[in-house]
């Protein structure tokens, strides 16, 4: 059955989370769960955002990291590229994003997905930001993002990419400056 948004809170990771307990089946993902997220934060290199049930809230049922980068206009596909300018485009990653097993197929990867997307607008309220890229770690991961309108970039991480104005389309709601 799929998980209502409702019966979910989206957070940044806290020390009463329970890290150790989370299993998506990607071994690395559960590793940067358990032993580098809460590093990672400290030094501020990325945000990590933990999903939990409403009524269980340190039991972690995803989570999705958020940090600024950028990616260049030959990355892009022509038809986004040519309303852009040749230096550096700004860009947030969501360099990770898993569902524990016991929960995957129903739907809380596309609500942790949507949360990432719907942040990324309201930070880029204050610094501009063009486009979200994922960075997929398998054909499944592709065909999730695929779903939700994510394109490939060009280039050898094989990452993927949607622009803030298609994500705010998606979500129903505007992007750019207020
Ligand atoms: C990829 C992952 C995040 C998907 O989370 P999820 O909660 O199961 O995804 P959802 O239920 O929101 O799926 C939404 C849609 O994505 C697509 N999708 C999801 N998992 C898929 C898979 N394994 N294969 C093909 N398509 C998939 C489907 O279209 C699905 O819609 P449907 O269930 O109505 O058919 C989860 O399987 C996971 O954590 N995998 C291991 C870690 C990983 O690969 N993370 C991504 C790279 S960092």
Not at 30 to 55: G, H, K
Not at 80 to 91: E, G, N, Q, Y
Request: aromatic share 6%.
């Amino acid at each position: 059955m799929k998980l209502d948004d409702g019966s979910v809170r989206i957070e940044l990771l806290r020390p009463g989370h329970n890290r150790l307990a989370f299993t998506c089946g990607n071994s690395s993902l559960d590793r940067y769960i358990r032993e580098q997220a809460t590093q990672d934060m400290r030094r501020s290199v990325a945000r990590v955002f933990v999903a939990t049930l409403v009524d269980s809230p340190d039991h972690i049922l995803g989570f999705y990291t958020l940090s600024a980068a950028w990616v260049t206009a030959s990355e892009l596909p022509p038809d986004v590229a040519r309303r852009l300018p040749r230096h550096p485009i700004p860009a947030a990653l969501i360099g990770r994003l898993a569902v524990d097993r016991n929960f995957a197929r129903r739907g809380l990867g596309g609500i942790l997905l949507a949360d990432a997307i719907q942040k990324t607008m309201v930070a880029s309220q204050i610094v501009a930001i063009t486009v979200v890229i994922v960075d997929p770690l398998d054909d499944a991961a592709k065909a999730f993002y695929s779903s939700f309108g994510f394109r490939n970039l060009d280039g050898p991480q094989q990452r993927m990419f949607m622009t803030i104005a298609a994500g705010a389309a998606r979500l129903g709601t505007r992007s750019g400056p207020a």
